[in-house]
């Protein structure tokens, strides 16, 4: 059986580890073909080491680290070089782990923070289903500028190239 991992913060205002646990759970195969493996760890500076367990120790086929920087100029330093971490785990391990950061300064009002958290959380959760499961989902989707979290951009231009 697959594992796909989910490493969530406590920092976190929103619980982005729970929307991403219920979109997986809602997936063909959950239980059966794959399971989740979900580890909650202080800050986001602590997700590359986790993520890294989990693929090493728990035999993930691929990761997805939530966290939500706050709005202090030090949150977002910290959110970069815990971006760099996600970043050097991937490559030391070799397997994809999709960083799903919500930054608190995306919005004024915090509240209008939950729906973004909830849809970048359940669509990256979808997106790693799709890389193990069903890859031609992410193809199909291509130069479209689907967005996550916030409505899709849209592709540039009149035409697009065929699928």
Known sequence: MDHIGIVDTMFARIDLGGFALAELQGCDGYGERFEVVRRTVPGFKDLAVACKRLIEREGCSIVVALGMPGRAAIDQVCAHEASQGIMMAQLLTSTHILEVFVHETEEDDPVKLIPVGEARARKHARNAYWMLYEPDQ????????????????????AGTAAR
């Open 138 to 157: 992410l193809a199909r989707r291509a130069g479209q500028g689907v967005r996550q979290g916030y409505e899709d951009a849209g592709p540039l231009g």
